[in-house]
Structures are given as structure tokens and as C-alpha cells.
């Protein structure tokens, strides 16, 4: 009765977010495209793909953020298996975009089938997948239980609920109950991550903390680095002038980050603000933010690397492109997390401090509370409770060179010691995928 109650409620709520999901690919653009493939249907070039002798790996990956786990889960696994093969799946056209440029043949990148009983038992027979691996926080009732029914192991990598989500899941328990126990084992990343499962149903032989698959993130290439820096010499920002950078900003903070540019350039002059929305589509709401302050700006788009320097020197880089984030943290002297001021979650501060650059967040951390716990009691970073904190915290920073190398050298270090997830998460896999 149960997956009765499911499968009748989850189409009809597909269907009141239909129109939702209409205006996201009229607004992003990029939607549309391969929207079949939630139903199962594939292009032939995937198709072949999918028809591959042996079989694959299934990673369901929801967006941006776990498709970073996804990757570097994939490259530990092809050290220990060069042969493995995998079909990478993300929910978002941001995530599915970024995928696209990410993984080649023989992997393929797809859009998460829905998970319904008429579109996921074909799917998973089409992929035949040896292991169906879930990033972070993904249950979907279809999938984990016709995988159970087909002999497929499914297993909870780099696994967290927040408190948030907690909450939810505990409203619907008689669903999380029947669930979890046919999930092969979870690979959580803190003891709270493993209460809350144990609380929704999760047998406590299967979970296993394993930490933050995000401590094992890469260092940014250094040719993402030198061609950030090179944008910014073509600008007109000279070695030595300091850079701010605010990564993954939402709504809100491209506005205060603009507002506090006056006070930091009094004391700066040099100052460049380089901004790097989360959402490249929202270019134009921020190009009138920084207008209306007056603020002249340059876009990343319009500034190709074969381009000619602006005539003028702007105030304001905005880096409307994707994929260059890590590249302009590399180049920054100071860096601002977004999603965690103005918005609640926040993002992820392990890519800057991986490159030992001193991180300011605000106070919405929500999505990564062992992290942010870890950089708290390792005074790793600074924590601001409002802008005006975050301008106070910014000024000290630009003034104080000795601080900023210990806050970098507190993070890098922090990273150093937390990292070895993802090989035990590689590990776990390995050993319940089916071989046959």
C-alpha cells in the first residue's frame, strides 16, 4: 500500500511542476534538450554507449555539488578497475552541462529517468548497471527497490541528511522504514548523518562514517589559474593589486559585496571585485545591480581571450561563463562563499581553501554543518553574522598579509588531514558491485 500511495502521489505532483519545469527551459535554455531522456528514451550515440560490453557503474549525482563527488569517485574507482565503466546521471541542466564537458566515452552522461514504476524498472534493465551508487542524499523509491528486485546493489556515498531534511524524512518514516533496508550500505559523513538514518530506518550494519568525500577535492590545475590571471592583467589588474572575490553568489550578495566596494577602495585603491554568480543566466539582474551603484563592469563573456583590453580599467569583473570558478578562486587574495548570507545553504568552501586562500562565509551554512563545524574549531576561515560584518571582515583581511597566509595554511592543512573519503567510499563499492 505504501508504494501504491507513492506512485499514484508522484506523478501528479510531476504534473503540477510541469509548467515549473516549461519556464526553466524557456529561461535557462537548457532543458529542452535530451528531456527525453527522463523518460527512458536515449539518442543513438548515447544509445550505443549504453549497449557497451559489460557492465556499468550507475552514479546518480543531483546537480553541481555532488557531480564534484561523482568525478573524483569515478577516478578513484578506474585506479583500482581501469576497466569500469560508468553512466553518470544529474537532475539539473547546470549539473548535466558541466557533465557533459566532464566525462567522455566510454562513460555517458544522461538526465535522471523519473522514478516512476512505468519509466525506472526499463531503465535499469537498459543500463544493466553492476552497482547504483546515490551522491549525498539521493532516495528514490523506484530506483532503490527495482534495483533490489533485479539483484543490483545500491550503495549511499559521501551520505548526509541535514536537519532540514531530517525533518521532512521523518514525516514520511513508514515510507523511510521500508526503504533503507534495501540499500546495500551508507557511506555517511558524520556521526549526526548516521543518527539520523539509524532514526529513519537505516540498519546500523550498513552505515559507516567515512567523512566528507569533498575534503578529497582536487587542487585547481594550474592552467585554470594562469588564465584567470590572465583575464584579470587584460583588464587592467596589475601584480600586486588585490583581488576579492565572491564565489557562487545568489541574490543579495552580489549587492552587498557591491556596496562595501567604496569603503575597501579607500583603503585600496587597487581593489578589484571579481563576482562569480552561482546561476550564469542571472548576468543581467546583476549587471543592474552594479549599475545602479554606479559601478562600471566587465563581463567574462565579453572578453574572449584573444580580445583586445577594455579602454578602461573596470570596478567590477563578472564572470558569466561556467566551469571558471576554481580558476578565479586561485587568483583571488580574499574570497567570499555565497549561498550563505543572503540565501541559507551555502556552498562549498573547500574548493578556495584547497588553494590555501583565506574564506569568509556568512551565516547560512546549512548544507555542510560537519564542514563547517571542522573549519569553526580549526579557525580556518572567518564566519560573519550580517554584511556588516562581512565588511568589516574583508578590510581586515586586505590589511593583514600575515593573517590571510594563516588563515590559507589553517585550511589547507585542515583539508590534508580530513581527506581519504573517497577511497574508502571506492572501496565499499567495489566490493558489493555484481560481476557478472
Known sequence: MIWWIYNLVFPFAFALLLPHFIWRMVR??????????????????????????GRPIWIQAVSVGELAVALSFMEEVRRRDPEARFVLTTNTSTGHALALKKVRAPDVTLYFPLDVPWVMPRVLRRIRPSAVVLVENEMWPNLIRGARKQGIPTVMINGRISEHSFRGYCRIRFIT???????????????????????????????????????????????????????????????????????????????????????????????????????????????????????????????????????????????????????????????????????????????????????????????????AQDFTEADAWRQVADAAELQRAVLRLLADAPERRRLGTAAADLIARRAGATRLMAERVLSARVQN
Not at 527512458?40 to 548515447?46: A, C, I, L, P, Q
Not at 550500505?185 to 532514526?199: K, M, N, Y
Not at 546500523?204 to 569533498?214: L, R, W
Not at 549587492?255 to 587597487?270: N, S
Open 28 to 53: 535557462r535554455g537548457g532543458y529542452a534538450r535530451d528531456f527525453a531522456q527522463r523518460f527512458g528514451r536515449y539518442r543513438s550515440e548515447d544509445a550505443a554507449l549504453l549497449d557497451a560490453p
Open 177 to 371: 522504514r521500508d526503504l533503507l533496508p534495501r540499500i546495500h550500505g551508507f557511506c555517511v559523513q558524520s556521526a549526526a548523518d548516521r543518527d539520523r538514518l539509524l532514526t529513519l530506518g537505516a540498519p546500523a550494519d550498513k552505515v559507516e562514517i567515512t567523512g566528507s568525500a569533498k575534503y578529497d577535492i582536487a587542487a585547481t590545475p594550474p592552467t585554470a589559474g594562469a588564465r584567470a590571471r590572465a583575464v584579470l592583467a587584460r583588464i587592467g589588474v596589475q601584480p600586486g593589486d588585490p583581488v576579492l572575490v565572491g564565489g557562487s553568489t545568489w541574490e543579495g550578495e552580489e549587492a552587498v559585496l557591491a556596496d562595501l566596494l567604496p569603503a575597501a577602495r579607500a583603503q585600496h585603491p587597487r581593489l578589484m571585485l571579481v563576482l562569480v554568480p552561482r546561476h550564469a543566466e542571472r548576468r543581467e539582474a546583476v549587471l543592474a545591480v552594479l549599475r545602479d551603484r554606479g559601478l562600471s563592469v566587465v563581463q567574462r563573456s565579453m572578453v574572449p581571450d584573444d580580445a583586445p583590453a577594455p579602454a578602461k580599467r573596470p570596478d567590477v569583473l563578472l564572470v558569466d561563463t561556467t566551469g571558471e570558478l576554481r580558476g578565479f578562486y586561485a587568483a583571488a587574495d580574499v574570497v567570499f562563499v555565497g549561498k550563505s548570507l543572503t540565501q541559507t545553504g551555502g556552498q562549498n568552501p573547500i574548493e578556495p581553501a584547497k588553494d590555501g586562500k583565506p574564506v569568509i562565509v556568512g551565516p547560512h551554512m546549512e548544507n555542510f554543518p560537519a564542514i
